[in-house]
């Protein structure tokens, strides 16, 4: 079945202890990216990957990194988590691009205190 | 910088009511996609459309129809006859190209709006 996942699905964690949700698609897709969701605003982009080795910025990076050494893997990595980072998030993969419809995973729902 | 309002920050009706969806947006450039997202309840987000920036057709698909005009810069969504089920939560969104001397021609920003709470009642 093609999918996105992402995990954990859940997560409570305290400020400034690092964490990671990892992210994984079997669509052979060469696009991946994370957003959050926050009442009110949205769904903001964090990151976008076009292909291995190639990521970029999206609109609100600040306090994420990221990283694609493989096709399939995405991972979000927080070093150190602070609670206005308590978020919905969503990694989705796509064809080529934002340009082409994007498939999203379950989300995680992180709470950080 | 691209831009998607969405100033509907939640609409209510009654089942079998036609509902529309506002959507307006900013861009700079003259080639862009727009989309639709549907989040029910469960969370998930399901594609519901994708046109680009040279389609100005309006596209209807069962209850759903899109109207989209580039004179407004307005990509409004319409259920007829809304059911329960339609209850969720919809996003629009834009792709829009990066700026020329980012190189290349792929797309991969994307921008989305707050989304429009829908409840329908029966």
């Known amino acids: 079945e093609a999918q996105v996942t992402q995990n954990p699905r859940y997560l409570i964690t305290v400020t400034g202890k690092k964490l990671t949700v990892t992210c994984s698609q079997n669509m052979n897709h060469e696009y991946m990216s994370w957003y959050r969701q926050d009442p009110g605003l949205g769904l903001r982009q964090i990151y976008y990957s076009m292909n291995v080795e190639v990521t970029d910025k999206g609109d609100v990076p600040e306090g994420y990194k990221v990283s694609r050494k493989e096709k399939r893997n995405f991972p979000l990595i927080l070093e150190s988590p602070s609670p206005n980072q308590t978020s919905l998030y969503f990694c989705?993969?796509?064809?080529?691009?934002?340009?082409?419809?994007?498939?999203f995973g379950p989300g995680t729902r992180l709470t950080v205190t | 910088a691209q831009k998607v309002t969405q100033a509907q920050t939640e609409i209510s009706v009654v089942e079998k009511e036609d509902v529309t969806l506002d959507c307006v947006y900013e861009?700079?450039?003259?080639?862009?996609?727009l989309f639709w997202y549907k989040q029910p309840p469960s969370g998930e987000l399901v594609f519901l459309i994708r046109?680009?920036?040279?389609?100005?057709q309006n596209e209807i698909s069962g209850r759903y129809s899109w109207n989209f005009q580039k004179s407004t810069s307005s990509f409004n969504f319409t259920i007829t006859a809304s059911q329960v089920v339609d209850s969720a939560v919809y996003f629009c969104a834009l792709s829009e190209p990066p700026p020329p001397n980012a190189g290349g021609t792929s797309y991969g920003k994307l921008t989305f709006g707050q989304g429009t709470i829908l409840t329908v009642h029966p």
């Open positions: 989705a993969s796509s064809q080529k691009g934002s340009s082409y419809e994007q498939y």
């Open positions: 861009t700079r450039d003259t080639t862009y996609y």
């Open positions: 046109r680009n920036s040279f389609d100005e």
